[in-house]
């Protein structure tokens, strides 16, 4: 009878005295009002700290042949929060990418390699090989962490000319801290990656968006609000600008995205439309705003490698890694982590 009356309490009086003290927690820091958090200064790479562009470049190895003007671009994106570098990946390349990926989609039965799906095992990432094939095809799912299992993603987000820029915008050492597989739009709320994204140095964060076709106006393409990178950090209460579920006193959708929402509108920044090829890349800062937009056409795909990059400084491991000496390997002067997790999938594609 004791055992079952302190089963009760935990399991039924612990939890509702803890959401009471949760809620009171998120009153009271409404009525204070959030602190004016942001990036700590010190650890800012040194193109958001105002070295200039000509000190960074210096320092760097510049590709031959560099199909660019990195000194405009690193201008542009310091002013912007974006940039897209016109076709430095070769198609062929990619091509191959979208081939494999299909391959692997099709052969879902021979892979632990995990995904998401729409409606699927409470989203939680599975292996896709007990995903039904069906949802892993439609619209609403992606394959994680892409670059785990294969040698050619590696090879497509570690593109010399994708790599120097990203050495400009971050720190000279870079590596991959997540990569995703997209066929369809993730039609996604507005939202900044480096809350969710996070690396032991917060504002360390770039991603790029690397479509495997045009993109179409109809397939949901990526929005974004450029110079949003700059507007004021959100507060999430307990943990600052970093949400931590079971930690934070706000909530992702129902108190940040109205937040951005309205402060973008507030400080008038522009909605812009990502409509690039197949060869081109978009990076965008960690602090930028985007969103995807709704499918307006079902039968439109928007076949993309979506890749978050940090500094060795900023990602001494792999995301789903406790330590810092796990495995590594470089591939074109990127480091990719290895993930101590999932070791036997390593580069099985």
Not at 1 to 20: H, N, T, W
Not at 288 to 310: E, F
């Amino acid at each position: 009878m004791l055992v079952s009356f302190k089963q009760l309490i935990k399991k039924e009086v612990l939890p509702s005295i803890k959401a009471v003290q949760k809620s009171a927690q998120k009153i009271a820091f409404k009525l204070k009002g959030p602190a004016n958090v942001d990036f700590d200064f010190d650890t800012l790479p040194a193109l958001d700290k105002g070295v200039s562009i000509d000190e960074i470049i210096k320092g760097l190895e510049i590709p031959k042949d560099l199909p660019y003007n990195l000194k405009e671009k690193l201008a542009f994106f310091l002013e912007h929060g974006y940039v897209v570098l016109e076709q430095i990946i070769d198609h062929t390349k990619l091509d191959q990418l979208w081939n494999e990926v299909e391959s692997v989609i099709e052969h879902n039965e021979k892979y632990e390699i995990e995904g998401i799906a729409h409606r699927f095992n409470n989203q939680v990432p599975t292996p896709i090989k007990d995903i039904p094939k069906e949802k892993l095809k439609g619209i609403g799912s992606r394959i994680n962490d892409y670059h785990d299992y294969s040698k050619l993603a590696k090879e497509v987000c570690s593109e010399p000319a994708l790599r120097v820029f990203l050495e400009g915008s971050l720190e000279k050492n870079i590596a991959v801290f997540q990569s995703l597989i997209f066929k369809y739009s993730s039609q996604q709320g507005l939202h900044q990656d480096f809350p969710w994204v996070t690396t032991t140095i917060p504002s360390h964060l770039a991603a790029a968006w690397i479509p495997l076709e045009d993109v179409h106006a109809n397939s949901g393409p990526l929005v974004y609000y450029p110079g949003s990178h700059r507007m004021p950090k959100f507060d999430f209460g307990n943990t600052g600008i970093l949400f931590k579920g079971g930690q934070s006193l706000m909530h992702p959708e129902n108190d940040f995205t109205p937040y951005l929402e309205k402060t973008v509108q507030k400080l008038q920044y522009k909605k812009e439309i990502l409509l690039i090829k197949k060869g081109d890349v978009l990076i965008w800062h960690g602090a930028l705003a985007h969103a995807g937009s709704p499918i307006n056409d079902p039968s439109k795909t928007r076949k993309s490698l979506v890749v978050h990059y940090s500094s060795l400084t900023g990602l001494p491991h792999h995301r789903s890694s406790p330590t810092t000496n796990n495995e590594s390997e470089k591939v074109q002067q990127v480091t990719f982590y290895t993930n101590d997790r999932l070791k036997h999938l390593k580069n099985i594609l």
